[in-house]
């Protein structure tokens, strides 16, 4: 099982980050673990810069906007 | 399409713009045949604005998304990374000039001022040069400098760009010089300091023309609505409405007074660059004067609560209010300076 988390203060970005891979985990029937960090302290402590940001298996792997389908679908 | 762009990426882009100027050149002519076509007296008001409406929304929908377009291509140059590197370690004066041009092409979002700023402190960066980064990127941004262009002429959109950068560079200037680093929320200042790397960039023409079509669509595809808005009211009233209310209130026989309470009415509003120009547009249509409209459309997007309350948790509330208070002072002044030549 996968463990993914997105980092982000709160922003509309970062809602639709979650969202979006929450989506196509299911549409593909991948098994992930999905947690959201919004903690400031938390979030700088990945070194990212510019948010939402997501980690993949705790290694950083976007930053920055929101990732297309195709990188999402490279994750799962 | 996409195939095509894989093939040839410098044939697509020069297609793509000569598309884009015939396009562009068409629209007037076709704005006068489409309202021909109704059943409309020709020179009376409903006919004048809505000739206006069908001229202006392609207009500036195509110019914006021309603009973000290219912008979308160089902002893929200059990551927030490289940005920091390029900012690392430099004096003050030079610093605060170069990270407020950085600000212009760095894509930047209101909310990743947090992680921006303690990244950049992080890394090594002055205090001053970070703050003059963080006053021009939301402020001076291509959306703002091209709506403001397309409906109000490019005079207005230089002033604009000129003056922003002023108060980015000068604030920023400022808040070095106080030597404020003490006012650091203490985490902040006890993070352990990073080097500014940047990995190397292995982007293809091909993916920055793909990275410049994602920004259209997220860009475009959110302020249309803002757009239309503004032009619908621009449009509407043309010639309709009174200049009376707003004149008196934020025209030029307003007095002093109307410059810092822009200032006071804009900053708890926040709204983004393309949202506050429907609400310019009506400004200007109902008689106010241009400087204190200008004052009120920068501290609205500068200097905004909900981006406070965030910066609250890096820095001290002294730095805060020294912040807000320079760069409030700095629309003032322009306001003021503005009034007084135009």
Not at chain 1, 36 to 49: L, P, R, S, T
Not at chain 2, 52 to 80: C, E, H, Q, R
């Given at each position: ?5 997105v ?10 980050t979650?969202?979006l891979i ?7 029937g ?8 919004e903690?400031?302290?938390a979030?700088?402590g990945y070194?990212v ?12 792997v976007?930053?920055?906007?929101v990732?297309?389908?195709?990188k999402v679908a490279g994750?799962? | ?8 990426p410098?044939g697509?882009?020069?297609?793509a713009?000569?598309?884009w100027f ?7 002519p ?15 008001h409903a006919?004048?604005?809505l000739?206006?409406?069908?001229y202006d929304?392609p207009?500036?929908?195509l110019?914006?998304?021309?603009v ?10 200059f ?5 920091r590197a ?12 170069m990270?407020s ?8 979002c209101?909310?990743?001022a947090?992680?921006?700023?303690i ?10 040069v ?38 980015a ?6 808040i ?5 680093e003490?006012?650091l929320?203490?985490?902040v200042r ?18 920055r023309?793909?990275?410049g079509?994602?920004?259209v ?5 959110k302020?249309?609505?803002?757009v ?5 009211i621009?449009?509407?009233i043309?010639g309709y ?6 004149a008196s209130l934020?025209g ?6 109307s410059?810092?309470?822009?200032v ?8 983004n660059a393309a ?7 009506a ?7 241009l400087g ?11 200097l905004?609560l909900p981006?406070m ?24 002044l ?6 007084a030549?135009v």
């Amino acid at each position: 099982m996968k463990n993914i988390k997105v980092l982000g203060t709160g922003c509309a970005n970062c809602k639709t980050t979650l969202k979006l891979i929450e989506e196509m985990a299911r549409e593909k029937g991948a098994e992930i673990q999905l947690e959201k960090i919004e903690d400031i302290q938390a979030i700088m402590g990945y070194g990212v810069m510019s948010t939402p940001g997501v980690v993949l298996d705790g290694k950083v792997v976007h930053a920055g906007g929101v990732p297309s389908r195709d990188k999402v679908a490279g994750w799962l | 399409m996409k195939k095509l762009i894989q093939s040839s990426p410098r044939g697509f882009l020069l297609v793509a713009a000569m598309l884009w100027f015939g396009l562009y050149k068409t629209l007037e002519p076709f704005s006068h045949v489409l309202v021909k076509a109704l059943p409309l007296e020709p020179g009376s008001h409903a006919y004048n604005s809505l000739q206006f409406f069908f001229y202006d929304t392609p207009k500036v929908l195509l110019l914006l998304a021309g603009v973000v377009m290219v912008m979308g291509m160089i902002n893929s140059y200059f990551t927030p990374e490289r940005t920091r590197a390029l900012l690392a370690g430099r004096r003050e004066g030079v610093g605060n000039i170069m990270a407020s041009l950085l600000g212009i092409v760095t894509p930047f979002c209101s909310c990743s001022a947090v992680p921006l700023f303690i990244g950049f402190v992080q890394a090594g960066v002055p205090l001053g040069v970070t703050f003059s980064f963080l006053i021009s990127a939301p402020m001076v941004n291509e959306i703002a400098l091209t709506l403001l262009f397309a409906l109000f002429g490019w005079k207005i959109a230089a002033l604009y760009l000129g003056l922003g950068l002023t108060i980015a560079i000068l604030s920023g200037y400022i808040i070095g010089r106080l030597k404020m680093e003490a006012h650091l929320e203490d985490w902040v200042r006890n993070m352990p300091a990073v080097a500014a790397t940047v990995e190397g960039d292995t982007l293809s023409l091909t993916d920055r023309i793909d990275a410049g079509f994602a920004s259209v669509r997220e860009i475009v595809g959110k302020v249309w609505p803002y757009v239309l808005a503004g032009i619908a009211i621009g449009a509407g009233i043309h010639g309709y409405v009174p200049q009376d209310f707003m004149a008196s209130l934020m025209g030029k026989e307003a007095g002093w007074w109307s410059v810092p309470v822009s200032v006071l009415i804009g900053v708890p509003m926040y709204t983004n660059a393309a949202g506050i120009i429907p609400i310019v547009e009506a400004l200007l249509a109902k008689g106010a004067s241009l400087g204190t409209v200008l004052v009120f459309m920068m501290s609205v997007i500068a200097l905004s609560l909900p981006e406070m309350v965030i910066l609250r948790k890096v820095l001290k509330l002294r730095l805060i209010a020294v912040f807000v208070g320079v760069v409030a002072t700095g629309i003032m002044l322009v306001g003021f300076i503005f009034n007084a030549v135009v």
